[in-house]
């Protein structure tokens, strides 16, 4: 399966990165988890 790189993947790829980082730096893994089935959820609504 081919991923299409549209301005939203961006977006959600690099609120995903702003998150891992957050993560890292304060131990916040739990958004992690959070976001990871959002993304899924809204990716098969298409």
């Given at each position: 399966?081919?991923?299409?790189?549209?301005?939203?993947n961006?977006?959600?790829?690099?609120?995903?990165?702003?998150?891992?980082?957050?993560g890292?730096?304060?131990?916040?893994?739990?958004?992690?988890?959070?976001?990871?089935?959002?993304g899924?959820?809204f990716?098969k609504?298409k």
């Amino acid at each position: 399966m081919k991923m299409n790189w549209s301005k939203k993947n961006s977006w959600i790829l690099g609120i995903a990165a702003l998150i891992t980082i957050i993560g890292i730096v304060t131990g916040w893994y739990l958004f992690i988890f959070v976001v990871l089935p959002l993304g899924l959820f809204f990716n098969k609504r298409k």
